[in-house]
């Protein structure tokens, strides 16, 4: 029963991962008993299961996702929100007013106008209709202020880290409030502007070292050189 | 591309499944073509005409000739110039307007089975070389679309141009005089396309327009009168494996020999 | 400057024009990610030919009426500069474009996973800057590698690379002189992992037995230029992966 790659090895589409009674994960697909890759990523095997964390893939809506998303249209019944997918979100006016809604659009750009950013849920989503969205739960809706990074969404798992931990440092290190969005897009909040850069160019590397060994050792040290590089130049002046 | 289900998903299931067991909805073989009628000469306006009905697809091709200008890169031939039109009468997913992909594609096809085996000798049509030719316009008219019409506008195009009459000239400073007489279009090769269909894995020729609606891919073959391909052209959203292709090469040669004979009489 | 016609394209020693052995791919180079804005993208130069390809989607089909309901439409636009060709060629699309720009797209659509992504489009745009034969071709597989870097689910990459007859012999990746000169041009399509021929195309004349040998050279030039596909592909991670993993 064989497997054609090591863990962990670089895949671009149409090769060959696995023959035999195997199950196909993320990024794979099978063809008789042969299961192949569908992206470039890194091929990973867990039992009998064969996947492939993608370098690369936009996002894909999930029932339950927070995703980050920017007010794109205002309907008649609503908003449409770009969360970052192929699809359009919509956030009916309804998941936020509790007074029964009359149709009167002078009443929605007073909620959320166009250009708004805000912090969401995604309810229902499936093949035949566009994700609706939520903002009915606590830590969810306008955001004020704060940076916004956009990182390609496979790696978000990258940015939270084993229990968290990547994340958390990055907060530590910066002193920044971080939201993740599931589409990645992620908001910083930081006490400085200078702090808010710093923890943008830990997300950038992570985007781009994501498929790397180290990368939280190596992310840390930045953090801290760039911190020292600020203080010092904080002195001279 | 199979945008909208003209035909409902029943009728499909049952197509592919019969094909899948080597049979036909319309009774054919796998390797059978419609009943073809053809008939030349009808339009004498023009200075050569066909007309084929293959199964129920209907196609007009007429052939017009005129002075022109040679191109620059070969002063001494004349021009051949291929053009076709879905016409919206032949169909109800035709619609008015410029040439879309498929009326271009389907000229393009017809265009290279005629060029690649140099079936008019152009440099007959030469009549002051560097300065003026004579220009064969061939019109491929689509007047019923009911499947394959690469097939029958290829057909009707080569019997339109051996249908095809130059008037007898002559030049007189620099001018051409038209003298009474005509002679045949000089023909030299017959050129033919098979075009091949594939449903679930199985190949079919001259697909009907509801065959079209199911197959995955299709292959033309165009072949002159000594068995050589001149022009192959693959469409659809399929594929082919080698094999399939090499074997569809025999299928063609036997074909192409079989249509021949009805296009060229004698 | 206009290009002279030569008398003889090989030579008696089976030496091409541009000193290439018959069964000799052009010298190839292909990069991926080349463009900031489009959601995948690649270039590639194959002898004097530089085409650039680009990918946006899948993204909401616009207008509405276009979008189908259980898959992505795709789109692909083949188009050549005005200044790609020695004689300058109007912007316009030219009948030959219109015709490539749909068996580009029939040849990259088998590869692409169109039924996940339902009422959308996927849009592919191929910029020929400079042609010098087997433009279909090389457009083709810098395309797949535009969608490959999208993130697009491919069931395999595309690779395409022409072979024919020249001067009596089976050449492989006709140059636009050989093209135009000799006895045929086969360009042909691939899928490698799958055996699948996605895209193939003749003109010219060649006995049944000719041809096969001719098919037979673009599948192993396709299959040689798969390996450039593949790791111009990862290139760019394994750069990043070297670098910091010192």
């Known amino acids: 029963m064989p497997l054609f790659y090591e863990r962990k090895q670089l895949v671009t589409p149409g090769d060959l991962l696995a023959e035999g009674d195997y199950m196909t994960g993320d990024n794979t697909y099978k063809d008789d008993d042969k299961i192949y890759a569908s992206r470039v990523g890194l091929v990973d095997y867990e039992d009998r299961k064969v996947y492939v964390v993608a370098l690369k893939a936009f996002y894909i809506p999930s029932v339950g996702d927070t995703v980050i998303g920017k007010v794109v249209e205002l309907g008649t019944s609503g908003w449409t929100i770009d969360v970052n997918a192929p699809y359009l979100a919509m956030l009916q006016a309804s998941d936020v007013m509790d007074r029964p809604f009359r149709p009167r659009t002078s009443d929605l750009p007073s909620i959320f106008d166009v250009g708004d950013v805000i912090i969401a849920k995604i309810v229902a989503y499936n093949r035949t209709r566009d994700p609706l969205l939520t903002v009915r739960e606590p830590g969810l809706g306008k955001i004020m202020r704060g940076t916004l990074v956009k990182i390609t969404p496979t790696k978000i798992p990258r940015v939270i880290g084993r229990k968290g931990s990547m994340v958390s440092m990055i907060k530590r290190e910066t002193e920044c409030q971080i939201t993740i969005g599931q589409n990645g897009l992620i908001l910083i909040s930081g006490k400085t502007p200078e702090d808010e850069r710093l923890a943008v160019m830990a997300l950038h590397k992570i985007e781009e070292e994501s498929h790397t060994s180290g990368l939280t050792d190596r992310v840390t040290e930045m953090l801290r050189k760039k911190k020292e590089g600020v203080e010092h130049a904080q002195k001279k002046n | 591309m199979n945008s909208s289900p003209m035909v409902a998903r029943v009728k499909r299931k049952r197509i592919a499944e019969l094909i899948s067991n080597g049979k036909r909805l319309d009774g054919r073989g796998l390797t059978d073509y419609r009943e073809i009628q053809l008939e030349v000469g009808i339009i004498e306006r023009a200075e050569g005409s066909a007309r084929i009905r293959l199964g129920k697809t209907e196609v007009m091709v007429g052939t017009k000739i005129e002075a022109g200008e040679p191109f620059p890169d070969v002063p001494n031939e004349g021009v051949l110039t291929v053009n076709a039109e879905l016409v919206p009468l032949a169909s109800p997913t035709f619609e008015p307007g410029p040439p879309d992909e498929n009326s271009i594609e389907l000229a393009r096809i017809v265009d290279r089975g005629i060029r690649e085996s140099k079936a008019i000798d152009l440099e007959k049509l030469c009549i002051k070389p560097g300065k003026k030719v004579f220009v064969v316009f061939v019109d491929v008219y689509v007047l019923n679309h009911d499947g394959n019409l690469i097939d029958a506008s290829t057909m009707a195009a080569l019997a339109a141009l051996l249908n095809t009459k130059m008037f007898n000239y002559e030049v007189e400073e620099g001018e051409i005089k038209v003298k009474p007489g005509y002679t045949p279009l000089p023909i030299r090769n017959y050129p033919i396309a098979v075009t091949f269909a594939k449903i679930n894995d199985k190949i079919i020729v001259d697909p009907w327009l509801e065959e079209e609606e199911v197959m995955e891919t299709r292959l033309t073959m165009t072949m002159d009168k000594d068995g050589k391909i001149c022009a192959i052209q693959k469409g659809g959203y399929g594929y082919f494996t080698v094999q399939q292709i090499l074997e569809a090469t025999k299928i063609a040669h036997e074909k192409t020999e079989e249509l021949r004979k009805l296009v060229v009489k004698g | ?246």
């Open chain 3, 1 to 246: 400057m206009p290009q002279k016609k030569p008398e003889k394209l090989i030579e008696e020693n089976d030496v091409r024009i541009d000193g290439r052995k018959l069964d000799e791919l052009r010298p190839v180079k292909i990069e991926v990610g080349v463009l900031a804005n489009a959601d995948g993208s690649a270039y590639i130069e194959q002898g004097k030919n530089k085409i650039l390809a680009a990918v946006y989607g899948p993204k909401e089909v616009h207008p509405r009426h276009l979008a189908l309901p259980d898959r992505a439409v795709l789109r692909c636009r083949y188009h050549m500069a005005p200044f790609s060709v020695e004689e300058r060629k109007s912007p316009a699309p030219s009948r030959r474009e219109i015709e490539l720009s749909k068996v580009i797209r029939e040849a990259l659509e088998p590869s692409v996973f169109v039924e996940y992504y339902p009422r959308t489009s996927i849009d592919i745009f191929i910029e020929v800057l400079q042609a010098d034969g087997g433009t279909r071709c090389a457009g083709l597989t810098v395309a797949s590698l535009a969608l490959a870097d999208g993130g697009i689910p491919m069931r395999d990459l595309v690779v395409a690379c022409a072979a024919g007859k020249v001067d009596g012999r089976f050449v492989l990746d006709l140059s636009d002189l050989e093209d135009k000169g000799g006895e045929a041009d086969v360009p042909l399509a691939l899928m490698p992992n799958l055996n699948a021929i996605t895209l193939l195309q003749m003109d010219g004349s060649l006995m049944i037995d000719e041809f096969e040998k001719v098919v037979n050279l673009a599948l192993d030039g396709c299959r040689r230029l798969y390996t450039f596909q593949k790791e111009a592909l990862k290139l760019k991670y394994i750069a990043v992966k070297e670098a910091v993993e010192e």
